[in-house]
T-cell receptor, first 111, second 109 residues
Framework: DVKVTQSSRYLVKRTGEKVFLECVQD?????MFWYRQDPGLGLRLIYF???????EKGDIPEGYSVSREKKERFSLILESASTNQTSMYLC??????????FGQGTRLTVV | DAKTTQPPSMDCAEGRAANLPCNHS???????VYWYRQIHSQGPQYIIH???NNETNEMASLIITEDRKSSTLILPHATLRDTAVYYC??????????FGKGTHLIIQP
């Protein structure tokens, strides 16, 4: 079975902290994605990567950066966390032209 | 920009077929149609995808119109566990996977 693992299920951070959300997949997939999900707004794409060291902005990249140094790992970085970044963050991976597999999500609270 | 249009909500009686429509009139030749669902508090789950032929798997059937501008996801015998938000997405191979608001399907006992 494909496994997409997010490093934490729940996280509480302080305003202004630098936050790293880690995602690891075990199926050698080319594509990896980071989303946030908020009530009434659905899933919104933050960044995605189609290969190592490649990244593309999604719909809401402001306030975030990403890193993909190895194929299996895609990190989302909040350079200076703010309260409006409190959300559920979901990571996914997929090969080209087939389905994506999602992790269980990280519920981040910024206080 | 949304590439797909879905009704915000639908009801279906338990045991009946649930037919979920999706419009994707600007789909391009290399884009596939994907369907996912999300049950509350879980990550989205893949259901099915197709390019131009109809597809069927153990979960559902996907009917794509000949002009590829719309599709229908069919859950043949809906159960209460099928209550979820269903997302229709069009995507090329190395594209981002962009979700719209989806359809909230409610299965009534």
């Amino acid at each position: 079975d494909v496994k997409v693992t997010q490093s934490s299920r729940y996280l509480v951070k302080r305003t202004g902290e630098k936050v790293f959300l880690e995602c690891v997949q075990d199926m050698d997939h080319e594509n990896m994605f980071w989303y946030r999900q908020d009530p009434g707004l659905g899933l919104r794409l933050i960044y995605f990567s189609y290969d190592v060291k490649m990244k593309e902005k999604g719909d809401i990249p402001e306030g975030y950066s990403v890193s993909r140094e190895k194929k299996e790992r895609f990190s989302l970085i909040l350079e200076s966390a703010s309260t409006n970044q409190t959300s559920m963050y979901l990571c996914a991976s997929s090969p080209y032209y087939t389905e994506a597999f999602f992790g269980q999500g990280t519920r981040l609270t910024v206080v | 920009d949304a590439k797909t249009t879905q009704p915000p909500s639908m009801d279906c009686a338990e045991g009946r077929a649930a037919n979920l429509p999706c419009n994707h009139s600007t789909i391009s030749g290399n884009e596939y149609v994907y369907w996912y669902r999300q049950i509350h508090s879980q990550g989205p789950q893949y259901i099915i995808h197709g390019l131009k032929n109809n597809e069927t798997n153990e979960m559902a059937s996907l009917i794509i119109t000949e002009d590829r501008k719309s599709s229908t996801l069919i859950l043949p015998h809906a159960t209460l566990r099928d209550t979820a938000v269903y997302y229709c997405i069009v995507r090329g191979g190395a594209d981002g996977l962009t979700f719209g608001k989806g359809t909230h399907l409610i299965i009534q006992p």
